[in-house]
Structure formats: C-alpha cells, structure tokens
C-alpha cells in the first residue's frame, strides 16, 4: 500500500460493511413455455435480464401454438376419438363377394380384407390346392361334381366363425344351398362391362374369353337374377378406382347392421342398396 493511501486510513481495524436487505416485495415469475438460456427450467430467471428471456420465450409459445388450441395431448386424443367413431363394429361372420368372372373379386376382396385387418379366403383357390386345377377338373368329373364340391367347400367357409371377406367364384349361384347359406351373411355383388373386362382380363388365364369373347355378356346375363337374389349391395367395379372401392365396401361393411327377419323359406330379409358410383 502507497504510503498517502496508508495515511488516509483511519487508525485501528476497518470498519464492517452494511449488508444488503432482503427486498420487501416477492419476486415476479413469469413462467416459460421451456428452459431459457440462463434461467432454469420451467420457470423465468431473476433480474432484468431473467424478464427480458422469459418475456421472449411467452412470445416463442404463442408464435408455436395459436391462440385457442388446445395442447398438443388434447388434440392427438380427440384424433383418436374421431377415428373410433369413424369405424363402426365389423360383422360377427364372413362378408361374401360374388359376381361374374373377372369383375375383380379376388384383387378387391384382399385389398377390402387389409383395409379391416380380418383374413381373405377365395373358394376358387381352396378347392385348387384340394382338387387341382378347375378346368381340368371340368373335363375329368363334369360341371355338376364340380359344383357340389364347390357348394362343400363354401359350406365349410362360412361356417367357420368371425369376420371375414370370402370371395366366391363366378358361377357359385348356381347352386340352390349355397344361395341359401348367403342369406345369412352381408354379399357385396361386383357389376362391371364386357368391355372393361376385355381390356383388363388376362386372356392367357382365361380361354373362355379369349375363344369366345361374347361369352362374358352371356354368361352375366344367364345368372344376374341369382346374383340380384343373394346381394345386398352392389358396386361397379369399372367406375372407381380399386383404392377408392375398397374404403367404400369397407365403410359399408363396418355400418352393416346384422340381418334379421327370418323368411318363412329360410332365407333373411335383405335390405337392397345400389352403389352408383
């Protein structure tokens, strides 16, 4: 020390300090919507400079959320809710698709049996890995044991508990008992043109169209009255995109109400709708 700053100094030990006092009002927070740099989590800093960032991050909050929305928690539960009252209860039994050769049963029916997470059986393909081919079974045994076989194998799949999307072949109207079985079930009936099935079909799979191309229009013509008889809606298959038909039949299976109304023949009262698109 300076000899003129020691004597300055007043003789003997320095006097004590006064030591601050607590301020006389409460501190004001206010709160942040997350951690601002040199406060703490959750809440503002102190000082001016506590105010300054906290006064920013309530500026932050309300430029991310806007005004009147609810929190982020809120929201994604009420998109849940919407969604549960958007899909209603599945049928307790198979939901069957008939129509004619190469309205799109089988391409459909999967993309229908995906949209409602229950399995998708085509008959045609069941009685293929217990008989082999159709065709040559035609020619072995004849039409009618191929359709009593055919009916055997639909019997056994309808049959069989819970919701289900069971696509049948063209001609399994025919059959007098198994119009009977789908009496009791929600039948989707696939409608589309000769034309559209000749543009899209594959021939090669398919010789009867390919040797006699009227043969499609013939055919329709002979069982649209069975057809007409089991259905209880009807799409066209030519007017839609598959994406778009398949939320459709989805949509309506999932509203379908169980039949009721036991005929005095053993058939259930049908409700008839017309898809138009």
Same mark, same amino acid.
């Given at each position: 020390?300076?000899?003129?700053?020691?004597?300055?100094?007043?003789?003997?030990?320095?006097? @004590?300090?006064?030591?601050?006092?607590?301020?006389?009002?409460?501190?004001?927070?206010?709160?942040?919507?997350? #951690?601002?740099?040199?406060?703490?989590?959750?809440?503002?800093?102190?000082?001016?400079?506590?105010?300054?960032?906290?006064?920013?991050?309530?500026?932050?909050?309300?430029? *991310?959320?806007?005004?009147?929305?609810?929190?982020?928690?809120?929201?994604?539960?009420?998109?849940?809710?919407?969604?549960?009252?958007? *899909?209603?209860?599945?049928?307790?039994?198979?939901?069957?698709?008939?129509?004619?050769?190469?309205?799109?049963?089988?391409?459909?029916?999967?993309?229908?049996?995906?949209?409602?997470?229950? @399995?998708?059986?085509?008959?045609?393909?069941?009685?293929?890995?217990?008989?082999?081919?159709?065709?040559?079974?035609?020619?072995?045994?004849?039409?009618?044991?191929?359709?009593?076989?055919?009916?055997?194998?639909?019997?056994?799949?309808?049959?069989?508990?819970?919701?289900?999307?069971?696509?049948?072949?063209?001609?399994?109207?025919?059959?007098?008992? *198994? #119009?009977?079985?789908?009496?009791?079930?929600?039948?989707?009936?696939?409608?589309?043109?000769?034309?559209?099935?000749?543009?899209?079909?594959?021939?090669?799979?398919?010789?009867?169209? #390919?040797?006699? @191309?009227?043969?499609?229009?013939?055919?329709?013509?002979?069982?649209?009255?069975?057809?007409?008889?089991?259905?209880?809606?009807?799409?066209? *298959?030519?007017?839609?995109?598959?994406?778009?038909?398949? #939320?459709?039949?989805?949509?309506?299976?999932?509203?379908?109400?169980?039949?009721?109304?036991?005929?005095?023949?053993?058939?259930?009262?049908?409700?008839?709708?017309?898809?138009?698109?």
């Amino acid at each position: 020390m300076s000899e003129q700053r020691r004597a300055g100094r007043d003789p003997g030990p320095p006097a @004590p300090r006064p030591k601050p006092q607590p301020p006389t009002a409460p501190l004001r927070v206010v709160p942040s919507a997350g #951690r601002v740099d040199g406060g703490e989590p959750g809440g503002g800093a102190r000082g001016g400079g506590g105010r300054t960032a906290s006064r920013e991050g309530a500026d932050a909050g309300r430029r *991310t959320a806007p005004s009147g929305a609810a929190p982020a928690g809120q929201r994604a539960r009420g998109r849940r809710r919407r969604r549960r009252r958007g *899909t209603g209860r599945l049928p307790d039994r198979a939901v069957v698709f008939v129509g004619p050769m190469a309205a799109g049963k089988t391409s459909l029916g999967k993309r229908v049996a995906r949209e409602l997470g229950v @399995p998708f059986v085509d008959t045609d393909a069941v009685f293929v890995r217990r008989h082999g081919p159709i065709a040559a079974f035609f020619e072995t045994h004849g039409e009618p044991e191929f359709r009593r076989i055919e009916a055997e194998v639909i019997a056994e799949e309808l049959a069989l508990p819970g919701g289900r999307i069971v696509a049948l072949g063209g001609g399994a109207v025919i059959t007098a008992e *198994t #119009r009977r079985r789908l009496a009791a079930h929600p039948v989707v009936l696939l409608l589309t043109t000769q034309e559209a099935v000749l543009r899209t079909a594959n021939l090669a799979k398919r010789p009867l169209l #390919r040797d006699d @191309p009227e043969a499609w229009g013939r055919i329709l013509e002979e069982r649209r009255p069975f057809y007409e008889e089991v259905a209880d809606v009807t799409y066209r *298959t030519d007017r839609a995109t598959k994406e778009q038909l398949a #939320r459709r039949v989805a949509r309506w299976a999932r509203g379908f109400s169980q039949k009721s109304g036991v005929a005095e023949h053993g058939g259930a009262a049908k409700q008839k709708e017309q898809e138009q698109e």
